[in-house]
């Protein structure tokens, strides 16, 4: 009885060294980015008084990574967007700014190049988009989807450059402090963007 207690408690101690082993391997994988860079972003929007047109902007990425999947938190936007005059509530025409905060899910192809020097990725998330007026109290907000693809290439030491494609749909309101049920209109936003990254924990 004492031997087959003893080889129990032996397997025991191989099955826990064993998970432990590789619960720290997976912890070991994890790495948590920060980036900052510029943006092309171009608005196309059903909204009457938002006319297609193209900006620049800055964007702010930090993430974090576990083998092949990211979860990033992503906030984008530019300044100088040209909007007409409004009808449902009359005011001239303005100046806008856009903003986007989405949170996504990516996946990165870390075995395609055995250099292990550029790593694309796919991605999807949910977003939260507001193009505001400059000079009056109106924007045209909403909830959307991104959709995401990208390519990151390593540089010196902990430093790589993200040059990504992202997309954003969303379906907005016109916003002011007042009550009423007001259309919405289907907007689209697409960016390209290049950030230079700084990895706290590569590998």
């Given at each position: 009885m004492r031997r087959v207690s003893i080889k129990i408690i032996g397997l025991l101690l191989i099955l826990n060294t064993q998970v432990f082993s590789q619960t720290e391997d997976i912890q070991n994988e994890e790495e948590k980015y920060f980036g900052l860079g510029l943006s092309h972003?171009?608005?196309k929007s059903k909204h009457p008084s938002i006319d297609d047109q193209s900006?620049?902007?800055?964007?702010?990425?930090?993430g974090i990574r576990n083998r092949?999947?990211?979860f990033e938190l992503f906030a984008g936007g530019g300044s100088g967007l040209k909007v007409g005059p409004?009808?449902?509530?009359?005011?001239p025409k303005d100046s806008a700014d856009l903003s986007s905060i989405t949170l996504s899910y990516q996946y990165q192809f870390r075995n395609i190049n055995k250099m292990g020097n550029s790593i694309p990725y796919l991605g999807?998330?949910?977003?939260?988009n507001s193009i505001n007026w400059t000079k009056y109290v109106y924007d045209h907000t909403g909830d959307g989807i991104t959709i995401l693809a990208g390519i990151i290439i390593k540089t010196a030491d902990n430093w790589a450059i993200n040059f990504a494609m992202r997309q954003y749909k969303y379906s907005g309101t016109r916003q002011i402090f007042s009550d009423g049920n007001y259309p919405s209109y289907n907007t689209k936003a697409f960016e390209i963007t290049g950030i230079l990254v700084y990895h706290f924990n590569r590998k």
């Open positions: 972003f171009s608005v900006f620049l902007g800055i964007s702010l990425i930090m092949n999947h990211v409004t009808y449902d509530i009359y005011y999807i998330g949910l977003s939260y």
